[in-house]
Structure formats: C-alpha cells, structure tokens
Nanobody, 123 residues
Framework: QVQLVESGGGLVQAGGSLRLSCAAS????????MGWFRQAPGKERQFVAV????????YYAGSMKGRFTISRDNAKNTVYLQMNSLKPEDTAVYYC????????????????WGQGTQVTVSS
C-alpha cells in the first residue's frame, strides 16, 4: 500500500510559478513510475507529466512542455512538479499518481492516487 499526499497548491497570478510536492509513504516508492494529472471543473482528468522509476526519463502533455518540470527524489520518497509561466487555464485540482506502465508519453495502470491539491491561476 502506498499513500500519496500532495502539497504546494495555492493561488498565483498569471505568469507566476508554483512547486507541487507529493510525498509517498511506503518503502516501494522507487518501484513505481510517478505522474501528475489535473482536473478542472466540469472537465475530465487530464495527464500532465510522468517520470520513470529511476528519474531519468520524463514525458509531458503537449501544453505543459517547456513550462512544467517533473522530478523525483527517491531518497525522500517525493515527486515534484515545478510549474512556471502559469496561465488561468492551468487552474485545476492536481493529483499525484503512482503507476506501473508508461504507454506512449502517459502514465497508465495507476494504482494509487493522492487526494489532490488546488491550483488557481488568476488573470
């Protein structure tokens, strides 16, 4: 069992930055690919970024590429999402996820989800 707890969300002006963190419990953190998803009101959950177990491969959804950076620290059982040049359309609840498979450029086979952290970008 892995528990994921996100933090770092909040309110930021357009063009600003936020860094999300996701702390994982359990001793098998580094056996999972880790990803971030987001869900805006009235919309389906959307893939944002994924990083493999070793942390040497990353993939991003097209609209996030160049603005967001995913990273992980396996010694701290933590995955991060650095978000720069934020736009109002980035407003959503951001979820951390642990999964077994990367297909194409997305994380699939998600086994564990965090509870989510709200990110609000004002114009």
């Amino acid at each position: 069992q892995v528990q994921l707890v996100e933090s770092g969300g909040g309110l930021v002006q357009a063009g600003g930055s936020l860094r999300l963190s996701c702390a994982a419990s359990g001793h098998i953190f580094n056996s999972y690919h880790m990803g971030w998803f987001r869900q805006a009101p009235g919309k389906e959950r959307q893939f944002v970024a994924v990083i493999n177990q070793r942390g040497d491969s990353t993939y991003y959804a097209g609209s996030m590429k160049g603005r967001f950076t995913i990273s992980r620290d396996n010694a701290k059982n933590t995955v991060y999402l650095q978000m720069n040049s934020l736009k109002p359309e980035d407003t959503a609840v951001y979820y951390c996820a642990a999964g077994n498979t990367i297909v194409g450029v997305s994380l699939t086979g998600v086994k564990y989800w965090g509870q989510g952290t709200q990110v609000t970008v004002s114009s």
